[in-house]
């Protein structure tokens, strides 16, 4: 009977609801439209030559492996002062949130590392592909996390990162792996 799996499918998204919404201490906005707004006032620079180079390597250094002390040192070096960020689970605002955000995902985890395996660019947007590896501290100790995704990125005037959209299967790398939540998406999955 496919009912079951269509309701239990819909708990689990109203207690994932309940679980994104109660640690969000942002107003819940529309990231799809925030998203689209930003890409029709922010068209980026157009970097070239050792600029755009530039820009590309600290990206990606950045992101390749994350420890407190690069966060604190490096997220308004790379990341604009009014960057647009949304890693799928959260939208940010703003250079000083995004390390707030960054520093409060580092607590919660051993290690974080991107490796990056390819970078496209279409006029002033480039695409990054990436495979990350996440070890998290309260469950599924001593296992890694392995998934991939791309994030689509636009640099200002000094090749720092404008905008920040990640596009990846938060299921896969994030939720399956939580107590009670991903045995049900699991299992839902199973059924698809």
């Not at 070890?135 to 791309?150: A, C, D, P, V």
Request: aromatic share 12%.
């Amino acid at each position: 009977m496919r009912v079951a799996p269509i309701l239990l499918f819909s708990s689990v998204l109203l207690a994932l609801g309940a679980f994104v919404g109660c640690a969000s201490r942002q107003p819940r906005t529309d990231p799809v439209g925030a998203y689209l707004g930003f890409l029709k006032t922010h068209p980026g620079a157009d970097l070239r030559g050792d600029k755009e180079r530039a820009a590309v390597d600290r990206f990606e250094s950045f992101l390749s492996v994350f420890t407190k002390e690069k966060l604190q040192n490096e997220t308004s070096r790379v990341y604009s002062r009014d960057v647009f960020f949304n890693d799928t689970l959260k939208t940010v605002r703003g250079s000083a949130a995004l390390e707030e955000y960054f520093l409060g995902t580092l607590v919660n985890t051993e290690s974080i590392t991107v490796d990056f395996t390819g970078v496209a660019r279409s006029g002033n947007d480039y695409y990054f592909r990436w495979v990350m590896d996440v070890r998290f501290k309260k469950f599924q100790r001593g296992k890694t996390i392995r998934t991939i995704g791309m994030t689509h990125v636009r640099f200002n005037q000094d090749g720092q990162v404008l905008l920040h959209q990640d596009y990846w299967d938060s299921a896969q790398g994030l939720f399956e792996h939580l107590p009670v939540i991903g045995g049900q998406i699991r299992f839902i999955k199973s059924r698809l």
